[in-house]
């Protein structure tokens, strides 16, 4: 089973800041399957990023996603209000299918 | 619009049954992998199923093997999730969703509690 480590546990950020999210795979992630989702409260989660680089569709571009084999990265260039959330990865790649514990990005 | 719809979720006796399902509409899933997923309380997220767009082939987190039966009516356009032998440890909100980046749906998710 692949392990997905991110890492903070919590991002304490104000808007307009620029936010990094880490996700450490205990193995390669095959063919770069790694995406990540944003879940508010009472929401369920949304896809931002797949393959590794691909934007959802709808998703504005201050979202990128960058790494390969078993680091990969969130950046959010600048924080909007709405973007305060807790993010996940996920790696679709092997089985089982599985996520990171989440980062909670936090209005600081 | 993409929607996807899950039911069938509530309280159930621990060794108990319930069938969950996922009715999909504004797509047909005839075309995709459907996933089950799901959340405890306050916890992280957790894949437990899926099926192939067919049906012909299916997958299950160890933790559910032998105990929950995923499946699908696509002249339903519905998925579904059988679960018997329910352990408290089941406790969670169940999302059913299409992780393929055309569709890229989740439902809002169905709490199946389990307690005496």
């Known amino acids: 089973e692949i392990v997905l480590t991110q890492s903070p546990g919590t991002l304490s950020l104000s808007p307009g800041e620029r936010a990094t999210l880490s996700c450490r795979a205990s193995?390669?992630?095959?063919?770069?399957?790694l995406a990540w989702y944003q879940q508010k409260p009472g929401q369920a989660p949304r896809l931002l990023i797949y393959d590794t680089f691909s934007r959802a569709t709808g998703i504005p571009d201050r979202f990128s996603g960058s790494g390969s084999e078993t680091d990969f990265t969130l950046t959010i260039s600048r924080l909007e209000p709405e973007d305060f959330a807790v993010y996940y990865c996920?790696?679709?790649?092997?089985?089982?299918?599985?996520f990171g514990g989440g980062t909670k990005v936090e209005i600081k | 619009e993409v929607q996807l719809v899950e039911s069938g979720g509530g309280l159930v006796q621990p060794g108990g049954s319930l069938r969950l399902s996922c009715a999909a509409s504004g797509f047909t899933i005839s075309t995709y992998w459907m996933h089950w997923v799901r959340q405890a309380p306050g916890k992280g997220l957790v894949w437990v199923s899926r099926i192939k767009s067919d049906g012909s082939i299916t997958d299950y987190a160890d933790a559910v093997k032998g105990r929950f039966t995923i499946s699908r009516d696509n002249a339903k356009n519905t998925l579904y999730l059988q679960m018997i032998s329910l352990r408290a440890e089941d406790t969670a909100v169940y999302y059913c969703?299409?992780?393929?980046?055309?569709?890229?749906?989740w439902g809002h998710g169905t709490l199946v509690s389990v307690s005496s």
């Open positions: 969703a299409v992780f393929h980046a055309a569709v890229a749906a």
């Open positions: 193995q390669s992630v095959t063919s770069s399957y």
């Open positions: 996920q790696q679709y790649g092997s089985l089982p299918l599985t």
